[in-house]
């Protein structure tokens, strides 16, 4: 880029800036061998007018400095694939602009605009908590991919994460904008960024057992990535309630507790790996609804009981589809070899057979409050409305007459045939 003047040697990692008014985008694409790169604090005004800035994929560790103060009017932060360590600052919350993609690391609350969250592959501590997801503090409710994967995160999932209202089928929109490549060309004037059209910038992702890279296809990707840390306690149920994610990925941490047998709701998932825990109990039936599930990965848990059957699941992983499951000793049944003892099925069919019984509970239950309800209603008329008491009697007595009137005339000829013979 000609407005800019790099010195990347290895003792030195900054960025010097020279004949330029305003700077818009700026990207390393060479190896930075130290920390975040330093702006001379005299030009900070050159930096205000920054859209874009890329300086992932290097080697850079330490911590964050003040050198992103200046830069306000970002609207992509890229920051993978190195290692920082350390709080994350809350300057950064003063980055109103950022609107797109980017590894940003801040107070979330701060971004109202913000669809994209990626600080994946770091050294990040610390923990989530539910105050970063609450209703009355944070403007997440455009976030549709978050990617938190590969640090050092603790503590458990907050349970408020149906706020990211993005992520439902309700509220879901497509991810837009781009930040175009500057053409190369003398001069001292950088151009204007176009942010407009496709979202344009190639995203590494983990989904369905591998790394795929998305660009355009990104619009439409709905994710929480949250493998490769050190979360504990057990799914939240708000999770279930995110109907438009379309990759969960919790592998690789030492949460424990049951899967939600609400799993089922979430209709537009079709990447799901909670392998490498510890969660227990029955794999839930509901499993088989996903019926766009087309990578699933339970292996090494703590799960028991009866593998459940269905035509999804029966096509997942078709190649060995026992991988799904292995390093749970207490499974059994299809796919895997061992097979479930008759006490297991006695189980299973116990429960099934009591699931059946109470799915009528509530039909006989109604049938009988019902039928208490009319004959009651009919009784205090009786009892308290004289007119209908002296009516009712009278349609019983009229009732009885032509009865038995009827029963007499139709038994007679009967009565004189047998007499006959």
Known sequence: MPAL????????????????????????AASLPRGMPCYPSGRASQVRGLKYLDIADNSLFGQ??????????????????????????TLIGSFTSLTLSGTVST????????????????????????????????????LQYLDLSGNSLSGVIPRNLSNLTAMTLKGFRPLSGTATNLPDGDGDTIVDVNISGQFGEMISVITKGQQLKYSNGLAYFVSIDLSGNSLTGEIPLGITSLDALINLNLSSNCMQGNIPNTIGAMRSLESMDLSKNKFIGEIPSSLSNLTSLSYLNLSCNNLCGKIPSGRQLETLNADDPSLMYIGNSGLCGPPLRNTC??????????????????????????????LVAGLWMVFCALLFKKTWRIAYFQFIDKLYDRIYVFVVVKWAPLTRKANAK
């Open 5 to 28: 003047s790099h010195s990347l040697t290895r003792s030195s990692a900054a960025v010097a800036i020279s004949g330029s008014d305003t700077i818009t985008q700026m990207e390393e």
């Open 64 to 89: 964050f400095h003040d050198a992103l103060e200046n830069m306000s009017s970002l609207q992509e932060l890229h920051l993978g694939d190195n290692n920082f360590t350390g709080a994350l600052p």
């Open 107 to 142: 107070e979330l609350g701060a971004f109202a605009n913000l669809m994209l969250l990626d600080l994946s592959r770091n050294n990040f501590t610390g923990v989530i908590t539910e105050e970063h997801f609450a209703d009355e503090i944070t403007n997440l409710w455009r």
């Open 341 to 370: 003892s008759g006490n297991d099925n006695a189980i299973h069919g116990n429960q099934r057979n009591s699931r059946q019984i109470l799915e009528w509970v509530p039909f006989y239950v109604g049938l009988v409050l019902g």
